[in-house]
């Protein structure tokens, strides 16, 4: 017996310190995680801003097909030299599920050509505050097309944004512009995209899709090309075609990488830093009206998306509960 007093003593004495450093090595790890989460979504804002302001700067001179031109071959010359330096992301293209990779791309195809014509006619604030109805089109097709339930959540988020993209087009009064709904029609084959993609990722690497959206669209561009546009293009626009080929890609990688480090909750409510921001550069460099309707219904298209993810959040956690046994 007395010999086994030291021992416990000891075991009291080292718990505490375990614990002290267990915590320490949490909070490590989880400020590495913010850091990680932070670098990542900065990257992603900062790449919609450039790819805005590329697109930008390239209207005067190329129409929305040709700018996508260059965004697809850029990537695709991005993604070989990746391949080429790691040969084990090549392995993983494969030939599966091509008729799903088409009507992806085909939609992501749209989708892009819809975002650039509204980048290039309307204020940036606009079309980033009307982006954010893709989550509620998400919603809605995944309901009809993959057989999930329309939960009240859902339906609640769905009327929230619906509200909110009232309030920024105003049909109806004299402020409405009509070329806004090319940019609605832009989220709705996003979100097709979408969800197609969300089949994809079961089977197909994030490599092989993006590669294959590259290699699909850039012949639907050129398509909807002036035959010689290369010869339009001179130096005073390299900088804007090397930003909308790199932000292209960043957009994706960033992103992605973002929720490896943050769950939804935390990924999505940073990414709405977008509205605000392009709004400055807008004004400050555009010349662009800071506009309180746009501003109210973005907050609220924001609030029916969080409204989503704090409900899918909630479900996921009840479902992940532990069925109780009843005492024998």
């Known amino acids: 017996m007395t010999q086994g007093h030291p021992a416990s003593a000891g075991t009291a004495i080292a718990s505490p310190t375990m614990a002290a450093a267990d915590a320490f ?29 590329s697109v930008r700067a390239l209207a005067e001179s190329l129409n929305a097909f040709e700018i996508m031109s260059v965004r697809s071959a850029g990537g695709i010359a991005i993604l070989l030299v990746m391949g080429l ?18 009507l992806r791309n085909a939609a992501h195809f749209g989708s892009q050509i819809c975002w650039t ?21 998400v919603t809605l097709l995944a309901v009809l097309f993959l057989s999930e ?21 105003r049909p109806g009064f004299e402020a409405f512009k009509p070329a806004a709904l090319v940019m609605i029609v832009g989220a709705l084959l996003f979100a097709v995209a979408a969800v ?51 932000a292209g890609l960043a957009i994706h990688y960033c992103l992605a990488n973002a929720f490896r480090y943050g769950d939804a909750m935390i990924v999505v409510p940073m990414d709405f830093l977008r509205v605000p921001l392009i709004a400055a550069i807008g004004w400050l460099f555009y010349g662009e009206h800071v506009d309180a309707f746009v501003f109210a219904g973005a907050a609220i298209i924001i609030a029916g998306v969080v409204w989503n993810i704090h409900g899918e959040a909630q479900r996921g956690l009840q479902l992940k509960q532990p069925v109780m046994q009843p005492a024998e």
């Open 25 to 53: 090595a949490a909070r490590h790890a989880q400020f590495w995680r913010l850091g990680w989460l932070l670098l990542w979504m900065s990257g992603t804002l900062i790449s919609f801003v450039v790819a805005a302001v």
């Open 117 to 137: 014509i509204a980048i290039m006619v309307l204020p940036f604030a606009t079309v980033f505050a009307l982006e954010f109805t893709i989550p509620a089109w």
């Open 196 to 246: 197609i993609t969300k089949r994809l990722v079961v089977t197909e690497s994030t490599f092989s899709i993006m590669l294959w959206m590259n290699l699909m669209q850039l012949p639907m561009n050129l398509a909807g090309s002036d035959p010689g546009f290369l010869l339009r293009l001179d130096h005073t626009m390299v900088l804007p075609l090397i930003g909308i080929a790199v």
């Open 85 to 102: 330096a790691h040969p084990q992301l090549l392995h993983s293209v494969t030939l599966r599920h091509m008729r799903m990779q088409f």
């Open 149 to 169: 339930r329309m939960t009240l959540t859902r339906a609640t988020a769905l009327a929230i944004c619906c509200v909110g993209v009232l309030i920024i087009l």
